[in-house]
């Protein structure tokens, strides 16, 4: 069930029913990085300058040749941060587009079925922002751990299994339930959620491809929702809040 919903899911990325999303997505992403590239320059330039006029007064000769050095310092540092926010930037810019891949693949993969309405604006802009949370806080859990041998790679998965899947899975289950009964169809099913989420912490970690992340576990989401709901259809939202 696990790895049939991730195949799908993984078609639709490149499905032309979804290639507008996925060059949204892409394009957006890179008019933020560039817009951050500029205005990170610039305050850089307005903080630095002054600082080297008053270290530097009257504008030695070498003075030309640190702030050259300098510069290109600052560029590789900016450079780099640009890289670890590339990620987290995709993930927030892709929350808002989340439900268009959702509709495509209930309207081709489910025709039959009753379609999940889309998230209120300020739930998807809240649910934009805890994945961007998941992915920054998992992300540094992570990293913490690296320095902890024999775990790092395992703590990685856990984490970010754990997090990815729970964050993906209400995503979807919201779409058809309350918020409430969607937790709670997640809890009776966190074993099934779980292993999901491991899938979407390996896509996590090929490059490039990762950027992708929170198109395809949307997909995938949608897909074990459906797979669920057709395996649990006497679901009681009152029991599984007693056995919760």
């Known amino acids: 069930m696990i790895l049939d919903a ?44 002054p600082w080297f006029d008053t270290l530097m007064p009257g504008t ?36 808002f587009f989340l439900d268009d891949v959702a509709e495509v693949i209930e309207t081709r993969d489910y025709p039959d079925g009753a379609p999940g309405k889309p998230l209120p604006l300020v739930a998807a802009m809240t649910g934009s922002a805890k994945f961007l949370g998941v ?19 395992i703590a990685f998965f856990l984490v970010n299994g754990y997090l990815l899947g729970r964050e993906f899975f209400e995503f979807a289950a919201m779409r058809y339930r309350p918020p ?3 937790r709670l169809f997640r809890v009776k099913h966190r074993s099934t959620v779980f292993l999901a989420g491991l899938v979407l912490a390996a896509f996590l970690t090929v490059p490039l491809l ?25 679901f009681s939202p009152q029991k599984a809040a007693v056995g919760a």
Request: charged share 10%; no cysteine.
């Open 6 to 49: 991730a195949r799908l899911a993984f078609a639709n990325l490149f499905a032309a029913e979804t290639r507008a999303v996925f060059w949204k997505v892409i394009g957006l992403t890179l008019l933020a990085l560039v817009a951050l590239w500029f205005a990170v320059r610039e305050l850089f330039v307005w903080l630095a300058l």
């Open 60 to 95: 030695p000769e070498w003075a030309g040749w640190l702030t050259f050095i300098v510069g290109i310092f600052a560029s590789l540092g900016l450079a780099l941060a640009l890289a670890l926010l590339l990620a987290p930037v995709t993930a927030l810019i892709a929350g």
């Open 135 to 153: 992915v920054i806080l998992g992300n540094i859990v992570a990293l913490l751990l690296l320095l902890v041998p024999g775990v790092n790679l």
């Open 180 to 182: 409430a009964e969607a």
């Open 210 to 234: 990762n950027l992708l992340t929170p198109l395809f576990a949307a997909g995938m989401m949608v897909h074990l929702h459906k797979r669920l709901s057709a395996r649990d259809p006497g």
